[in-house]
């Protein structure tokens, strides 16, 4: 069980890495720190603005040639659809990712932003994902958008415990802990420089 400094030291991660995120031009965003970021956002209950920022004003069209930021810029509504103040909000912002996920996917069927929405969601036990798989299902069967293939690999996500579990643990060391480690060793650094014990 990881001590509360340790804990501590992870939420303050988390605030450093978005505020790095807004300041950031797009060509030098990293995925896997919009991701890790947004993960410790939603456990520590941290702003989300800094992150969101990033992909304001971006197109679909924009994010083609980039899919594992297209996916954490999916990622990041459905998030901010959970902790949205009122109904009213969550439902838009959960409108918007579904709206984005699909001109994503009409716009390139083989794109692989389903494959980084799929493993980066796995890191999230969130209610707001049922929600939006249920939106795309509603969708596909709404319109005559193929949406069939994406859809039971998100499903995986809320159905299958198992290999939630096992693809947490896959996940972790490559889209959490090596980032936040490497901030970890950094403050750490900081407050030994300061006098602080660590």
Known sequence: MENIAGLLYRKETAKVLLERLASLPLDSVNPSE?????????????????????????????????PGLAA???LLLV??????????????????????ATELYVRDSNCSTFEHLHDSMILFGSGA??????ELNKLSEAHSVELAPL???????????????????????????EPFMRKLAELRGLDASHGKIV
């Open 72 to 74: 954490a810029g999916v």
């Open 151 to 177: 859809l039971p690999v998100l499903q995986e996500c809320t159905n299958d415990r198992g290999k939630r579990a096992l693809s947490l643990l896959r996940s972790a060391k490559a889209q959490v802990e």
């Open 34 to 66: 919009v991701i890790s970021a947004t993960f410790f956002a939603y456990l520590f209950n941290e702003d989300f603005n800094h992150a969101q920022a990033v992909f304001t004003a971006l197109k679909p069209a924009d994010l083609l040639s980039k």
């Open 79 to 100: 998030v901010l659809a959970e902790s949205a103040a009122t109904s009213w909000d969550s439902t838009k912002l959960l409108c918007e990712a579904t709206a984005y």
């Open 129 to 134: 994902i049922s929600l939006f798989i249920a």
